[in-house]
C-alpha cells in the first residue's frame, strides 16, 4: 500500500528546475527563486495561470534583508497574481518542509498543481554573520558567540563517535572523496573537483582541522542557489516523464542537547521508517539515497541510524563499495551538500529534483543505470527536523 493507495490521490513531480550552486554575486534571493520557478514550470508544461499554490523554503535567519519573501515567485509572471503563496522554515530542511506542506495541500484537494521551491542567498554575508544566523538553530548556542559554529557541534559527535567506536578520521576522509569525486559530474554543483581519498583525509595548509576532528573538506560550504519543482495530482504533459512519490515521512526531535543521543539520529530513524513504511518498499529496495551531509559526520551516522550498518560499522559501506557510484546502493551520487554545496533553504528540493532527473533518465553525466526508485533525506539542526520521501518512477 502506497501513498496513493494509503490516501486515494496520485502525487506526482511533474516539472523541475536547478540554479547553479556556489557563489553567485550577480544573483539576488528573487532572481534565484524566479530562475528556478520559471525552469520547473516550463519543464511541466504548464503555465502559471494554472498554479494553484505556491510553497517557497528559506531559512534567511538574517542573512538576507528581506524578511517576507512568500511572494517572490509572483515576479515570474502576472498570471500568478492572487495564488496562495506561503513561506516555510525548518532549519536546513526548509525545502523539505516546503515539498511536505506542497504534498499535503494536495492530499487535502485544496490545490492540483503546487510549485515549491527552495532558495538562499548567503555569501554576500560577512562570515560572523553567516555563523551567526546558522546558530539560531541550536538551543544552546542561538545568540551566543561561537568559533567553530555548526562544524563545532557536528565535530562533538564525532568525538563522541570515537570515544565509543574508535578513530574516525579515515572514515570521513572517504566520505568526503567520495562525495566531492561524484560532484564532477554534476553541472549544479559549487565544488568539481576530485580532491582524491589521500588529500580529504590529511589536515594540510589547504585543508586545515576547523573543529577536531573535522577539517575543511568534511564541512559544507556557504551557498547561493535555488531549486523548484511542480508537484501535481495528474500528469501535465511535460517534457519528461513524471515521477511519483510513494512515501514520505517527518519526525521532529527535541532541541535540547542532553534530551538527544548523538549517535542515534532517532528522529531520522523514524522519518526514514514512516516513509518506508508508506511507501511499502524496504532499503534493498532502493536504488539511490540522497542524504544530508553537511558534515561527513552526519552521514556516517546516517548510514548506521537507517540500517545501512549496524551502529560503530558504517565505515563497511565504504570499504566493500557499497556506498559508491559503481555500489549497490549509491549515497550522494549528485556530490551531497559536501560538494554539490548548501544554501540552505535550497537543500531539500534539491535533492528531490537530482532524484527525480535520476528516476527520469535525465540526470546526463551523472545518470545511474536502471535507477527506478530513490529515498531522499534532509534535516535541520542538528538531527532535530528530520524528513525522508521515496520517489519511484512512473
Not at 535567519?61 to 495564488?83: E, I, R, T, Y
Request: aromatic share 4%.
Amino acid at each position: 500500500m502506497s501513498l496513493r493507495d494509503t490516501f486515494g490521490t496520485d502525487v506526482l513531480v511533474t516539472g523541475w528546475g536547478h540554479t547553479q550552486f556556489g557563489r553567485l554575486d550577480d544573483e539576488t534571493l528573487e532572481s534565484l527563486v524566479v530562475s528556478a520557478a520559471g525552469e520547473a514550470l516550463e519543464c511541466a508544461g504548464i503555465e502559471p495561470g494554472h498554479v494553484d499554490e505556491i510553497v517557497l523554503g528559506t531559512f534567511n535567519s538574517g542573512m538576507w534583508p528581506l524578511g517576507f519573501a512568500s511572494s517572490l515567485a509572483l515576479q515570474l509572471s502576472d498570471d500568478l497574481a492572487n495564488v496562495p503563496a506561503t513561506r516555510v522554515e525548518n532549519a536546513c530542511a526548509s525545502g523539505s518542509a516546503a515539498v511536505q506542506q506542497g504534498v499535503k495541500s494536495l492530499l487535502a484537494g485544496t490545490a492540483r498543481t503546487v510549485l515549491v521551491i527552495g532558495a538562499e542567498k548567503m555569501t554576500h554575508a560577512p562570515a560572523d554573520v553567516v555563523g551567526a544566523a546558522l546558530l539560531g538553530a541550536d538551543y544552546e548556542l542561538a545568540g551566543r558567540s561561537s568559533t567553530t559554529g555548526f562544524a563545532g557541534l557536528f565535530a562533538d559527535v564525532a568525538r563522541h563517535y570515537e570515544k565509543h567506536h574508535g578513530p574516525v578520521g579515515d572514515t570521513l576522509g572517504s566520505i568526503a572523496a567520495k562525495n566531492h569525486r561524484n560532484g564532477v559530474l554534476n553541472p549544479y554543483a559549487q565544488l568539481r573537483k576530485d580532491l582524491g581519498v589521500d588529500f580529504c583525509r590529511t589536515v594540510s595548509d589547504r585543508n586545515p582541522m576547523v573543529a577536531e576532528p573535522l577539517r575543511r573538506t568534511d564541512c559544507s560550504p556557504v551557498s547561493d542557489g535555488a531549486a523548484a519543482l511542480v508537484l501535481s495530482t495528474r500528469r501535465t504533459g511535460g517534457r519528461t516523464d513524471p515521477v511519483r512519490l510513494a512515501g514520505f515521512g517527518h519526525a521532529n526531535d527535541f532541541l535540547p542537547a542532553a534530551k538527544r543521543d548523538p549517535l542515534t539520529f532517532v528522529g531520522t530513524a523514524a522519518a526514514w521508517q514512516r516513509a518506508l513504511g508508506m511507501a511499502q518498499v524496504d532499503t534493498s529496495d532502493l536504488d539511490l539515497v540522497e542524504l544530508h551531509d553537511c558534515f561527513t559526520i552526519a552521514e556516517l551516522v546516517v548510514y548506521e541510524a537507517i540500517g545501512l550498518a549496524p551502529r560503530g560499522e558504517g565505515h563497511r559501506l565504504l570499504e566493500d563499495g557499497t556506498v559508491h557510484r559503481e555500489g549497490r546502493l549509491p549515497v550522494n551520487v549528485s556530490g551531497g551538500l559536501k560538494a554539490k554545496g548548501h544554501p540552505v533553504g535550497a537543500t531539500g528540493v534539491s535533492q528531490h529534483v537530482l532524484a527525480a532527473m535520476q528516476l527520469s533518465g535525465t540526470a546526463g553525466d551523472m545518470q545511474l543505470p536502471a535507477a527506478r526508485r530513490a529515498a531522499v533525506h534532509n534535516m535541520g539542526g542538528l538531527a532535530v527536523a528530520n524528513y525522508v520521501s521515496v520517489l519511484e518512477s512512473v
